[in-house]
């Protein structure tokens, strides 16, 4: 693994766990300015490829609409809304870092949809249960919440990858 990926991955997390501790402590501005920094730097290492800054942004919009119908659907209420109606930029923020690392740290699952589902079937549940646990989210913790988690988050990835087919160069 080169450095590229290593900060990759790193100031992915840092700047995730920035988003959800800055909701818990009230600084809801503070986690988004985090991962605005963390995607320059990204963008600065990987030579801010035009076709990445698009996918991204795509990401952020799917992230957006996700995040917005388990808001709608009253599945999940999320601390720090600024409007009402959408999902707050604190978890539009966690998406367009996250979007940063399919390129790089986890370039290893495209193509590989059954593993990229079990990650998201995983990982995007417990990332939940962590916002919850740190007071960032409120949902009902139940077999068919994480369920339905489950299965959201194990579509999207295999998702995101396909996305990025379309949208980003391959090299």
């Given at each position: 693994m080169n450095v590229k990926n290593i900060f990759n991955i790193l100031g992915f997390q840092l700047a995730w766990w920035t988003c959800v501790l800055g909701v818990q402590k009230g600084y809801l501005y503070?986690?988004?300015?985090?991962?605005?920094?963390?995607?320059?730097?990204h963008l600065f290492l990987t030579g801010r490829n035009r076709s990445e800054i698009n996918f991204i942004i795509a990401v952020g919009l799917v992230g957006?609409?996700?995040?917005?119908a388990f808001l709608q659907s009253s599945f999940i209420y999320y601390e720090g809304l600024t409007l009402s109606?959408?999902?707050?930029?604190?978890?539009?923020a966690m998406w367009l870092g996250f979007s940063a690392t399919l390129n790089h740290s986890l370039a290893w699952l495209d193509g590989k949809w059954f593993y990229s589902f079990l990650m998201g079937a995983v990982f995007g549940p417990l990332s939940y249960i962590a916002g919850y646990k740190f007071g960032a989210i409120n949902?009902?913790?139940?077999?068919?919440?994480?369920?339905?988690?489950?299965?959201?988050?194990?579509?999207?990835?295999?998702?995101?990858?396909l996305l990025n087919r379309k949208i980003v160069i391959q090299k």
């Amino acid at each position: 693994m080169n450095v590229k990926n290593i900060f990759n991955i790193l100031g992915f997390q840092l700047a995730w766990w920035t988003c959800v501790l800055g909701v818990q402590k009230g600084y809801l501005y503070f986690g988004p300015a985090v991962m605005a920094f963390y995607l320059a730097v990204h963008l600065f290492l990987t030579g801010r490829n035009r076709s990445e800054i698009n996918f991204i942004i795509a990401v952020g919009l799917v992230g957006l609409l996700v995040d917005t119908a388990f808001l709608q659907s009253s599945f999940i209420y999320y601390e720090g809304l600024t409007l009402s109606s959408l999902a707050p930029l604190w978890i539009v923020a966690m998406w367009l870092g996250f979007s940063a690392t399919l390129n790089h740290s986890l370039a290893w699952l495209d193509g590989k949809w059954f593993y990229s589902f079990l990650m998201g079937a995983v990982f995007g549940p417990l990332s939940y249960i962590a916002g919850y646990k740190f007071g960032a989210i409120n949902f009902k913790i139940s077999l068919i919440s994480i369920t339905i988690l489950s299965m959201v988050w194990g579509l999207v990835i295999p998702i995101l990858f396909l996305l990025n087919r379309k949208i980003v160069i391959q090299k």
